[in-house]
Structure formats: structure tokens, C-alpha cells
């Protein structure tokens, strides 16, 4: 994991979800912190994606919040929340994404790509109609051929 190969923006999302985590006590970093990282980014590319699928963002967000609710809490706020496993998956899967892709760094739609495939964002996102193919359409026509080259 080289967050130094991730883009300005999917590095703003894996800060976010940590700071989600911190504000809620929970006792590691998951998946659906990262996936509420994204999702907040009201001008980033994940909520594209989702919306160019139709679906939309504000329902996963209501989703994402009520999915935090169910995580343990430490008693007291911890001073470096971890990584969880499903997390580091999550990142070494994005990172599969970038590679697969010729993308020179991990961004956001790596990010959602991976999400998609994760046990619980990924059944997340099949409740809501979206599946990892309908994000790779989307992606395609939003970005085109381009690739991600800089951070």
C-alpha cells in the first residue's frame, strides 16, 4: 500500500474516513468509512459515477451513516485508529484496479471499484442497483480513455 501513488482526491477520502472514524470512536478504519469518504466528496467523481448509473448519493450516504451506527465504539477515543483488514483489502484491491486500468495512481473510481467487490459496500451497492460492470460503464463514459497520471 503506497499512498503516495494515490491521487490528491482518493487520498482527501481514505483522510476523511479516518477522521469519520475518529469522531465516532470506533475501534478501526473500515470500508464503509472509506466509501462515506467518497461519497462526501460532493464534486468528486464517485458521486458521479452513482449518479450516471442512477442511482443516487444522498441515499447511500443515508445508508452509510446508519451502517456506521452498527460498528463497536472505544470507550475512549483512541489515538491512531488502525487500518482494518477489510480496509487494507480494500486498498490493495484498488490498487489492482490502477494497475489493470494503466493508471499511473489510485483515485477515486479505483477506490469504488474495489468498494463494489467488498461483503458488505458491495451488497451495499447491489441494493442500490450497482454493480462493479455498471461502474466500469459509467467510468468509461465519464472519463473516456483517458488515464489517471498525476496525482
Known amino acids: 500500500m503506497d499512498f503516495a501513488r494515490y491521487t490528491n482526491k482518493a487520498q482527501q477520502a481514505v483522510l476523511k474516513a479516518q477522521a469519520i472514524a475518529a469522531q465516532r470512536h470506533h475501534t478501526a478504519i473500515e ?24 442511482a443516487h448519493p444522498s441515499a447511500l450516504r443515508i445508508e452509510l451513516e446508519a451502517d456506521l451506527g452498527k460498528l463497536p465504539r472505544a470507550a475512549q477515543p483512541a489515538a491512531g485508529i488502525p487500518i482494518g483488514r477489510a480496509s487494507l483489502d480494500i486498498f490493495t484491491q484498488a490498487e489492482a484496479e490502477a494497475k489493470k486500468m494503466r493508471d499511473d495512481y489510485t483515485s477515486t473510481e479505483h477506490l469504488l471499484l474495489a468498494l463494489s467487490q467488498d461483503k458488505i ?31
Open 121 to 151: 459496500t458491495g451488497a451495499m451497492l447491489g441494493r442500490n442497483g450497482i454493480a462493479y460492470d455498471d461502474i466500469l460503464e459509467a467510468l468509461q463514459a465519464i472519463r473516456g480513455s483517458q488515464r489517471v497520471t498525476g496525482p
Open 31 to 54: 470500508p464503509v468509512h472509506v466509501f462515506l469518504g467518497l461519497m462526501q466528496q460532493d464534486e468528486g467523481l464517485a458521486p458521479r459515477i452513482i449518479q450516471k448509473i442512477g
